[in-house]
């Protein structure tokens, strides 16, 4: 299998206006055989040992219509497959799943999908939102709501022309020029006990939203009533997950168990950021039901955890 154009795809879509995190994901099928991104990996890292899991396309196929036994084999390959690889058991040579920045302003708001591509209801990662994906006609481009853009082609650069080409279509809905994306500045991060903290700009307080499942799965809000580091280290002793430490006043502050993991917060939290200041009341969350779901799902908890994501 030759898995060069799939490796360029993903350095081509590894910046934060595309991506964000180890979110989104890559695959293409040759034969009978699907290569995936596997889980937790940045797309930028598709070339490095481990980042890329082969996956049967006959067992792929069988989870996706509900058979139980596929269902448990496909996530016990090493590596482990992305959550998303239900949708990669869709038709195509060549699926690629992103959070594109221009994309979500549409995503997360009332504003309909642009022209010829299918509108997806929110839904949980995984199978249910493969299915959801099905429902949505013969079109080769998806915009889930509250979640991102997966489209299908038949080579890789075809893929990278039509993300490109929606983004832009959704930018120019809104009037968000291409060059505005967040910037994520150098974290001035703290060693405490079982993690790392790092400031983040303050914002008023408000109750937590979230507009896509990565600002809930890696960014979620836990209040304190004061910061202290000591108080970042008691809350990765009691709940070892990622997340964003928020007091009274608006102060924010990352904390994760390694470096690695809150670059991921950072640059999630950029693009939350980014996204609610430029549709301000116009925006539209995740049903706190469906935030909670996404937070029991077995592979969001492994996500959590810091695992081989």
């Known amino acids: 299998m030759n898995l060069r154009p799939l490796i360029q795809l993903g350095h081509q879509l590894a910046g934060l206006a ?10 293409v099928k040759d034969g009978e055989t699907l290569a995936v991104k596997a889980s937790g990996t940045r797309l930028a890292d598709l070339h490095a040992p481990g980042a890329l899991a082969h996956v049967p396309m006959a067992q792929a196929r069988a989870a996706l219509a509900g058979d139980q036994t596929a269902m448990t084999a496909l996530f016990q390959h090493t590596p482990r497959p992305s959550l998303e690889a239900w ?17 979500l302003l549409v995503a997360c708001s009332p504003l309909p999908a642009p022209l010829g591509v299918a509108d997806v209801p929110a839904a949980l990662p ?17 915009l889930l709501r509250n979640h991102g853009l997966v489209v299908r082609a038949n080579s890789a650069a075809a893929a990278l ?11 120019r809905a809104l009037g968000v020029p291409r060059l505005d994306v967040p ?11 079982g993690g790392v903290v790092a400031p983040l700009p303050s914002q ?3 109750a937590p939203r979230y507009l896509f499942p990565d600002a809930a799965v890696l960014a979620a809000q836990t209040r304190v009533r004061v910061f202290s580091l000591a108080a970042a280290a008691a809350k990765l002793a009691q709940d070892p997950r990622p997340g964003v430490l928020v007091t009274p006043d608006g102060q924010r502050w990352a904390v994760a168990g390694h470096p690695k993991q809150l670059q991921d ?10 996204l609610l200041a ?20 077995p592979a969001e908890r492994y996500r959590q955890l810091g695992g081989a994501r």
């Open 204 to 206: 008023p307080v408000a």
């Open 265 to 274: 917060v950072l640059e999630v939290v950029a693009a939350h950021d980014w």
């Open 87 to 103: 949708l990669h058991a869709l038709p195509g040579r060549y699926i690629a799943h992103t959070h594109p920045l221009g994309v």
């Open 278 to 297: 430029r549709l301000g009341q116009t925006a539209v969350a995740l049903p706190d039901a469906m935030t909670a779901a996404i937070l029991d799902m």
């Open 183 to 193: 910037r994520v500045p150098e974290p001035r991060v703290q060693a405490i006990a």
């Open 18 to 27: 595309w991506v964000q995190g180890p979110g989104g994901n890559l695959s």
């Open 161 to 171: 022309r039509q993300t490109r080409a929606i983004d832009a279509a959704c930018r």
């Open 126 to 142: 995984g199978r249910d939102l493969a299915l959801a994906m099905q429902q949505g006609g013969a079109v080769d481009a998806w």
